[in-house]
């Protein structure tokens, strides 16, 4: 059983930052591969960037790449999402989830992912 809670979100102003955060209950963290995905009201969810368990390979989705940043701290069982020069269509809830892999593989499709968080809300104003 893995237990995800985010934190970190909020109001901001575009070309601002956040930082999100995402706490993981589970013994063993280096064994899952994170990701982060985000909804929009009326839009699908979509995957915004994943690291794996292993070497530490990652993916972002083009509309994010070169502005955000994800990393992970296996020692604080935490991933964290770093964003900036943030655009109101960056708006959305996001969340965080984790996918058992083996080192080195990446998962990026959303069913890959059996845990969730309960999501954080961020907006961007213009």
């Known amino acids: 059983q893995v237990q995800l809670v985010e934190s970190g979100g909020g109001l901001v102003q575009a070309g601002g930052s956040l930082r999100l955060s995402c706490a993981a209950s589970?013994?063993?963290?280096?064994?899952?591969?994170m990701g982060w995905f985000r909804q929009a009201p009326g839009k699908e969810r979509e995957v915004v960037a994943a690291?794996?368990?292993?070497?530490?390979?990652?993916y972002y989705e083009t509309s994010v790449k070169g502005r955000f940043t994800i990393s992970r701290d296996n020692a604080k069982n935490t991933v964290y999402l770093q964003m900036n020069s943030l655009k109101p269509e960056d708006t959305a809830v996001y969340y965080c989830?984790?996918?058992?892999?083996?080192?080195?593989?990446?998962?990026?499709?959303?069913?890959?992912?059996?845990?969730w968080g309960q999501g954080t809300q961020v907006t961007v104003s213009s």
């Open positions: 989830a984790a996918a058992r892999a083996s080192s080195g593989t990446l998962p990026t499709s959303a069913r890959a992912y059996g845990y």
């Open positions: 589970v013994r063993t963290f280096s064994d899952y591969a």
């Open positions: 690291i794996s368990r292993g070497l530490y390979s990652t």
